[in-house]
Structure formats: structure tokens, C-alpha cells
């Protein structure tokens, strides 16, 4: 092989219209998959949400390109205990240096896109603006993108109690242009509980699940016409058909799949 991209025809549906796409022969940054540009994803925060990133990275682009890609990715992922440390002893400036080091390490092994892995890690962009990397996808703006491309006008949001003090009033809320619906701040530490003691061990309990569902059927009778799962493990208490029945978008899931869809975003449009 000359080192270019394979010729090829792949199919890429965008809602219900699909294209057929042609591999650029131009862009040499293609890898070594032959359709892909490859995904770096700072994960371990907890290692049960990277799960969720690969698999859906992965399963995204099997579907666009019918099979004919599985994506490539690198990961780095911390050690989870040392990460909520630092987030409950508020240090963002440790965070995001942590975050920032990674993100470099991956971009020079070859990562054109980065995801972090973490809607509470977040929070350090907030803090740090200037420790967001030019090739890291923001979770905020993955959110803010597809409730636009829903239509949706008024959403909810549930995560750690740091994400909805902090990351519910910064970037999302500035893209949204309206504060979302947050839990009554009663049940936040109920919610952290179930978060960082259970799920980010990979602990599934039907109460915790029990719990959420009421407080999300709370949240709609206020006005959410939709609920951001705004944090990436509690989408692990539901099947994909009960994310679709209570109204659900799993921001985990959204941000994996906008990645996998950039990923491919060299492909050259040649019909309808």
C-alpha cells in the first residue's frame, strides 16, 4: 500500500437521511483502519463510564460505516480512588493539570480527537478555561448540540452534586441560554452516594434505580421535557429502552457518539 487512505464507498446516515461517502485520499491523517481518525479518551474516572466510552466509540462507528471500521482509539486512565480525592477536596488546579498532561500525552501518541471521560471532571474547564485542549470535545457542548438538534427547549440534569453546583450554571447553561432543571438540593448527597459508593464500582442496586425514577418523573412535573443523565454512570441503571421511555439522554452516550461521528468526518459526500 502507498500509504493512502483505501478507496471505498461507506454510507453514513445522518436522521433520516443517508449518504454515500468516499474515503479522502487527500487527508493523510487517516489510521491505520483506513477510515478513522483516532480517538484518545481520558478515562478511569471511574473505569465502569470508559467502558461506556469505548463500547459506544466502537458501536458508533461499526454502524456508520456498515462494518467496515470499529474506530481506533487510545486510552489513559487513572487510578479512580485518587481522582474523587481530588474532586472532593475541591483542587481543581491539580485536576485539571492531571487532565491537561494526559490530553497531551494522547494527542502526541497520535489522538486527533479527546474525550474526557468524566462530566464531573468538567468542572476543572470551568475553573481552568485555558486547560481545555483545542482538540478536546467539551461533554457541555455534546449536550448543548443535541438538544438543539432535538428541538428540546427545556431539560433537566442530574449528576454528582459538584457537576449540577457548577458545571449546570457555566458552559452548558451559556450554550443553553437557560438553567436547567436540577434536583431539589436535599437529595444531592443522596445522589453522590449512589454515584461514587456504588456505581463507580460497578454496584447496581433497584433502589438506587427506584430513587432516580422518582426523582426524574419530580423534574418533568416542573417543566423538563427531557432529563440529562449528566453523569456517566448513572446511565449504567438503565436498559437503552428505559432511556427512551422516561425521557432520558445519557450524556456519556452523546458525548462517545458526536467523537465517533468527527472521527469520520473526513469522508467526502459524493450522493444522496
Same mark, same amino acid.
Given at each position: 500500500?502507498?500509504?493512502?487512505?483505501?478507496?471505498?464507498?461507506?454510507?453514513? /446516515? /445522518?436522521?433520516?437521511?443517508?449518504?454515500?461517502?468516499?474515503?479522502?485520499?487527500?487527508?493523510?491523517?487517516?489510521?491505520?483502519?483506513?477510515?478513522?481518525?483516532?480517538?484518545? =479518551?481520558? @478515562?478511569?474516572?471511574?473505569?465502569?463510564?470508559?467502558?461506556?466510552?469505548?463500547?459506544? $466509540?466502537?458501536?458508533?462507528?461499526?454502524?456508520?460505516t456498515?462494518?467496515?471500521?470499529?474506530?481506533? +482509539?487510545?486510552?489513559?486512565?487513572?487510578?479512580?480512588?485518587?481522582? /474523587?480525592?481530588?474532586?472532593?477536596?475541591?483542587?481543581?488546579?491539580?485536576?485539571a #493539570?492531571?487532565?491537561?498532561?494526559?490530553?497531551?500525552? +494522547?494527542?502526541?501518541?497520535?489522538? #486527533?480527537?479527546?474525550? $474526557?471521560?468524566?462530566?464531573?471532571?468538567?468542572?476543572?474547564?470551568?475553573?481552568?478555561?485555558?486547560?481545555?485542549?483545542?482538540?478536546?470535545?467539551?461533554?457541555?457542548?455534546?449536550?448543548?448540540?443535541?438538544?438543539?438538534?432535538?428541538?428540546?427547549?427545556?431539560? @433537566?440534569?442530574?449528576?454528582?452534586?459538584?457537576?449540577?453546583?457548577?458545571l449546570?450554571?457555566?458552559?452548558?447553561?451559556?450554550?443553553?441560554?437557560?438553567? *436547567?432543571?436540577?434536583?431539589? *438540593?436535599?437529595?444531592?448527597?443522596?445522589?453522590?452516594?449512589?454515584?461514587?459508593?456504588?456505581?463507580?464500582?460497578?454496584?447496581?442496586?433497584?433502589?438506587?434505580?427506584?430513587?432516580?425514577?422518582?426523582?426524574?418523573?419530580?423534574?418533568?412535573?416542573?417543566?423538563?421535557?427531557?432529563? =440529562?443523565?449528566?453523569?456517566?454512570?448513572?446511565? +449504567?441503571?438503565?436498559?437503552? #429502552?428505559?432511556?427512551?421511555?422516561?425521557?432520558? +439522554?445519557?450524556?456519556?452516550e452523546?458525548?462517545?457518539? $458526536?467523537?465517533?461521528?468527527?472521527?469520520?468526518?473526513h469522508?467526502?459526500?459524493? @450522493?444522496?
Amino acid at each position: 500500500m502507498n500509504g493512502a487512505p483505501p478507496e471505498g464507498i461507506l454510507r453514513n /446516515e /445522518e436522521g433520516d437521511q443517508a449518504h454515500l461517502l468516499r474515503l479522502d485520499p487527500s487527508d493523510r491523517r487517516s489510521t491505520v483502519s483506513g477510515y478513522t481518525k483516532t480517538i484518545g =479518551i481520558v @478515562g478511569g474516572m471511574s473505569w465502569a463510564s470508559t467502558i461506556t466510552y469505548y463500547r459506544v $466509540v466502537c458501536e458508533e462507528t461499526i454502524r456508520i460505516t456498515e462494518g467496515k471500521s470499529c474506530g481506533s +482509539l487510545k486510552i489513559i486512565s487513572f487510578d479512580s480512588s485518587e481522582i /474523587e480525592r481530588i474532586i472532593e477536596e475541591r483542587r481543581w488546579q491539580m485536576l485539571a #493539570d492531571r487532565i491537561s498532561a494526559a490530553t497531551r500525552s +494522547l494527542v502526541e501518541m497520535g489522538s #486527533d480527537i479527546v474525550l $474526557v471521560a468524566s462530566n464531573t471532571a468538567h468542572v476543572a474547564f470551568e475553573q481552568y478555561p485555558s486547560s481545555l485542549h483545542k482538540q478536546t470535545i467539551h461533554i457541555a457542548d455534546a449536550i448543548a448540540d443535541r438538544l438543539a438538534s432535538l428541538g428540546i427547549a427545556s431539560a @433537566g440534569l442530574v449528576g454528582t452534586s459538584t457537576t449540577l453546583l457548577n458545571l449546570a450554571s457555566g458552559r452548558l447553561v451559556r450554550r443553553l441560554g437557560y438553567t *436547567p432543571t436540577l434536583p431539589p *438540593p436535599r437529595t444531592w448527597s443522596e445522589i453522590d452516594e449512589v454515584i461514587f459508593r456504588r456505581l463507580c464500582r460497578g454496584v447496581i442496586r433497584p433502589k438506587d434505580k427506584e430513587m432516580l425514577v422518582s426523582m426524574l418523573g419530580d423534574m418533568k412535573s416542573r417543566g423538563a421535557a427531557r432529563i =440529562i443523565l449528566g453523569c456517566t454512570e448513572i446511565g +449504567l441503571l438503565f436498559t437503552s #429502552d428505559e432511556k427512551e421511555d422516561l425521557g432520558l +439522554l445519557d450524556a456519556a452516550e452523546i458525548h462517545a457518539s $458526536v467523537a465517533a461521528s468527527r472521527s469520520l468526518n473526513h469522508l467526502q459526500r459524493v @450522493g444522496a
